[in-house]
């Protein structure tokens, strides 16, 4: 199979779907690959290493698309919907719950939408979302103590605080495991801690890992606006396999918090868990709304891009190499949870979330197969 690898084109993603070692595995197998010229630049990952692991270059976005299976690492831009082909393969984040017009475009072209961030282990787990959940939630945390500095629109609170000042408070929503590498640096930067979720197991586990550093809450709209509003730092952290996040904050209890407070919104890659985020980019990544600075960026881990390529490679590749060896059809019939991933397929959107996030026909992945 011919395998693509296209640069990303979103504002400031320097992240590539495959690194060199993982073209080296690919080829190993007999397969095909073709990587755009720098597309891995700055991850690492020079055009050279791709040649000498047995890559074509290709000088021309179309080139690297004109693939039987495309891996990339965030969903496609408006400008590439139209290099989609009949029965081609497209593997990577898509969040497509929050993106109709890349929804309806991957169905009408008959694409097989392999979405990373809904194939789910039979124990409920993810597996490809959780090494950039990992890292979004560690950055969350040191994002948001750099947007409390007054210089950033902050009300000038350091997270730890020093002896005799009361240290900062941090209140992260959902304790998954965004939530849980957030709370683990504030607790580590010396900041006062609550997590709120609804599972009891969740909420028994940080408490034995973080012991009393921590404070776990019960996720009811009571406690939610008791902890926002006299918080310093908010992380939204709520996530729904595939679906929009929850909304779980008001513009009027935003509102009610201090001038100068913070919210990181971790989820608004799905929609956002508060009322008033709104997607940014790195070179704009904050706003001001009801005195409140909001740091909206979708796609945090491509800061770093060399740490997360690799995490993605190490988790993604053996999905690739399915995918590339036995096509759509075969991983998902092999695999439950390639067939969890699969959002559309043969013209159909295969994906319930999905359907119902833009009132689309859901067409269930087993009959789509048949």
């Given amino acids: 199979m011919l395998v693509g690898v296209p640069k990303e084109i979103e504002a400031r993603e320097h992240r590539v779907g495959v690194t060199p070692v993982g073209v080296r595995t690919l080829v190993?197998?007999?397969?095909?690959?073709?990587?755009?010229?720098?597309?891995?630049?700055?991850?690492?990952?020079?055009?050279?290493?791709?040649?000498?692991?047995?890559?074509?270059?290709?000088?021309?976005?179309?080139?690297?698309?004109?693939?039987?299976?495309?891996?990339?690492?965030?969903?496609?831009?408006?400008?590439?919907?139209?290099?989609?082909?009949?029965?081609?393969?497209?593997?990577?984040?898509?969040?497509?719950?929050?993106?109709?017009?890349?929804?309806?475009?991957?169905?009408?072209?008959?694409?097989?939408?392999?979405?990373?961030?809904?194939?789910?282990?039979?124990?409920?787990?993810?597996?490809?979302?959780?090494?950039?959940?990992?890292?979004?939630?560690?950055?969350?945390?040191?994002?948001?103590?750099?947007?409390?500095?007054?210089?950033?629109?902050?009300?000038?609170?350091?997270?730890?605080?020093?002896?005799?000042?009361?240290?900062?408070?941090?209140?992260?929503?959902?304790?998954?495991?965004?939530?849980?590498?957030?709370?683990?640096?504030?607790?580590?930067?010396?900041a006062r801690v609550t997590v709120l979720d609804v599972r009891a197991e969740r909420m028994s586990y940080l408490e034995d890992v973080l012991g009393g550093a921590v404070e776990t809450l019960y996720s009811n709209a009571a406690n939610v606006e008791l902890a926002v509003r006299g918080a310093d730092l908010v992380i939204g952290a709520v996530l729904v396999p595939g679906a929009r996040a929850p909304e779980l904050v008001s513009a009027g209890l935003v509102a009610q918090m201090d001038p100068g407070s913070v919210i990181v919104d971790v989820a608004v890659d799905q929609g956002g868990c508060v009322a008033t985020c709104r997607p940014t980019t790195h070179d704009a990544p904050t706003y001001v709304e009801h005195g409140v600075v909001h740091y909206g960026v979708a796609n945090m881990p491509g800061a770093v891009p060399r740490t997360s390529t690799t995490a993605l490679t190490n988790v993604t590749l053996g999905y690739a190499l399915a995918l590339a060896n036995k096509g759509a059809a075969g991983a998902a019939r092999g695999d439950r949870a390639v067939a969890l991933g699969l959002n559309t397929f043969g013209g159909h959107v295969t994906y319930g979330p999905v359907a119902v996030a833009h009132n689309l026909e859901y067409v269930p992945i087993e009959r789509a197969l048949a």
């Fill in 28 to 190: 190993a197998h007999g397969h095909r690959v073709v990587v755009e010229v720098g597309a891995g630049a700055r991850s690492g990952h020079a055009d050279e290493a791709y040649v000498r692991a047995g890559a074509t270059l290709a000088t021309t976005a179309p080139e690297a698309w004109a693939a039987d299976l495309v891996v990339k690492v965030k969903p496609p831009a408006p400008a590439e919907h139209a290099l989609f082909r009949r029965g081609q393969v497209l593997f990577g984040f898509l969040h497509l719950a929050t993106q109709p017009d890349l929804a309806r475009a991957l169905a009408a072209q008959g694409v097989a939408a392999v979405a990373c961030e809904t194939v789910q282990l039979q124990d409920g787990s993810l597996p490809l979302l959780r090494p950039m959940s990992e890292i979004a939630g560690r950055m969350a945390v040191q994002v948001g103590a750099s947007c409390l500095e007054s210089d950033r629109g902050g009300k000038g609170v350091l997270l730890g605080g020093v002896p005799g000042t009361r240290r900062g408070r941090v209140v992260v929503l959902g304790g998954g495991v965004v939530g849980r590498h957030a709370a683990r640096v504030a607790v580590g930067m010396g």
